[in-house]
C-alpha cells in the first residue's frame, strides 16, 4: 500500500507547484521575450519604458510599461506589433499553462483607432482573433473583468485574462509546442494627438522562449535626450566593462553612424550631418543586443 501512496503524493506535490509557478513580465526586468516588428515595420511605435505623456503618466508597476511611442502622440496609418512566445508546459493539460494576463490602459479615436489581441498555435500559420473571433467563440474564455475594450478611453489601468485552454483540441498542442501571443494597434488617417495603448504585468505559463535576435530586453539601455539635436548620449548597464559597440540606423535599415566601441556604461554621439526622423540604435555586448528608438529634430 505505501508503494501506491507515496507516487500519489509525489504527483500531487508536483501538480500544486506547477499550478503556482508562471512568468511574468513587468517589463521593469529583462523581459528579454518581448519582439517588437522591426523587420517588416522599422517604424514601430511600440517602446519600453517611463509614461512620460498627456494621459499616460505612470506605469502599473513602475516605472515602467509597454507604450505606442513613449512621448509623442501615436502615428496615422500606422500598425504596430510586439509578440511572446513560449513552450506550452503541460500541452494545455492544466489551466494554468493556458492563460495570458495583464493590464491595459488605452487612449484613443473610438471611431478607427484600437488594439487587437491575438493567438497563434501553430507557429503563427493560423491567428485566432481574442477580441472578434467567431470560428472558435465557444473556446474563447475572458475572465475576470471581462473582454478587453481596446479602443475610447478606458480611464485607467485595466485588468484582462485570457484562457485558451480549449483551443488545444482544434491545433493538438501538445509538450514543449510554441504558444504566440501577438498585440498590436491600429490608427487611421485623422490626427488626434491622442496617447495610443500601454500594456503592463503580462503573466503567462511557466516556460517562456527566448528570441534573442530581435530582443530589446537583454539588456536595458537609455538615450537622452530624446528627441535630440546635434547630439545624444546612450547609457547602458555595463558593470564589468566588456566590449560594446553601437551603430545608427535609419528607417529603412542602413546604417548611419559607423560602428562605435567603449567598455564603459555611456556612448557621447555626435548627431551633426543626420536629417530629422526617426533613427534607431542598436547596442551590442558580448552576445547580447539592446535596441531603442531615436528621433533627431
Known amino acids: 500500500m505505501k508503494n501506491l501512496i507515496i507516487p500519489f503524493l509525489l504527483l500531487f506535490t508536483q501538480i500544486s507547484l506547477n499550478a503556482q509557478m508562471g512568468w511574468?513580465?513587468?517589463?521593469?526586468?529583462?523581459?528579454?521575450?518581448?519582439?517588437?516588428?522591426?523587420?517588416?515595420?522599422?517604424n514601430n511605435?511600440?517602446?519600453?519604458?517611463?509614461?512620460?505623456?498627456?494621459?499616460?503618466?505612470?506605469?502599473?508597476?513602475?516605472?515602467?510599461?509597454?507604450?505606442?511611442?513613449?512621448?509623442?502622440?501615436?502615428?496615422?496609418?500606422?500598425t504596430s506589433y510586439f509578440i511572446f512566445k513560449y513552450a506550452s508546459a503541460g500541452g494545455y493539460e492544466y489551466?494554468?499553462?493556458?492563460?495570458?494576463?495583464?493590464?491595459?490602459?488605452?487612449?484613443?479615436?473610438?471611431?478607427?483607432?484600437?488594439?487587437?489581441?491575438?493567438?497563434?498555435?501553430?507557429?503563427?500559420?493560423?491567428?485566432v482573433d481574442m477580441l472578434n473571433d467567431t470560428a472558435?467563440?465557444?473556446?474563447?474564455?475572458w475572465e475576470m473583468g471581462g473582454k478587453p475594450v481596446l479602443t475610447g478611453n478606458s480611464n485607467g489601468w485595466k485588468y484582462f485574462r485570457y484562457s485558451s485552454r480549449y483551443l488545444a483540441q482544434y491545433f493538438n498542442v501538445g509538450y514543449g509546442d510554441t504558444v504566440i501571443y501577438r498585440f498590436g494597434f491600429i490608427s487611421d488617417g485623422q490626427s488626434d494627438t491622442l496617447d495610443g495603448l500601454m500594456f503592463d504585468s503580462?503573466?503567462?505559463?511557466?516556460?517562456?522562449?527566448?528570441?534573442?535576435?530581435?530582443?530589446?530586453?537583454?539588456?536595458?539601455?537609455?538615450?537622452?535626450?530624446?528627441?535630440?539635436?546635434n547630439e545624444v548620449n546612450i547609457s547602458f548597464n555595463n558593470p564589468q566593462s566588456k566590449a560594446s559597440s553601437c551603430v545608427i540606423l535609419d528607417s529603412f535599415g542602413q546604417i548611419v553612424v559607423d560602428s562605435i566601441s567603449t567598455t564603459t556604461e555611456e556612448l557621447h554621439i555626435d548627431l551633426q550631418g543626420l536629417s530629422s526622423g526617426i533613427y534607431h540604435y542598436q547596442i551590442t555586448k558580448d552576445g547580447e543586443v539592446s535596441k531603442g528608438k531615436l528621433v533627431v529634430q
Open 24 to 42: 511574468l513580465c513587468n517589463f521593469d526586468n529583462s523581459c528579454g521575450e518581448q519582439l517588437q516588428d522591426t523587420v517588416s515595420n522599422p
Open 45 to 78: 511605435i511600440w517602446e519600453v519604458g517611463v509614461p512620460d505623456k498627456t494621459v499616460f503618466d505612470t506605469a502599473q508597476s513602475n516605472p515602467w510599461s509597454m507604450i505606442t511611442d513613449l512621448y509623442a502622440p501615436y502615428p496615422v496609418n500606422d
Open 136 to 141: 472558435y467563440t465557444s473556446d474563447n474564455h
Open 202 to 229: 503580462f503573466q503567462a505559463e511557466d516556460w517562456v522562449e527566448d528570441l534573442p535576435q530581435y530582443s530589446m530586453g537583454q539588456f536595458r539601455s537609455k538615450v537622452y535626450p530624446n528627441p535630440a539635436l
Open 95 to 127: 489551466e494554468h499553462t493556458a492563460f495570458v494576463s495583464g493590464y491595459y490602459w488605452v487612449n484613443s479615436d473610438s471611431l478607427q483607432d484600437y488594439g487587437t489581441m491575438e493567438l497563434s498555435l501553430d507557429q503563427g500559420n493560423t491567428w
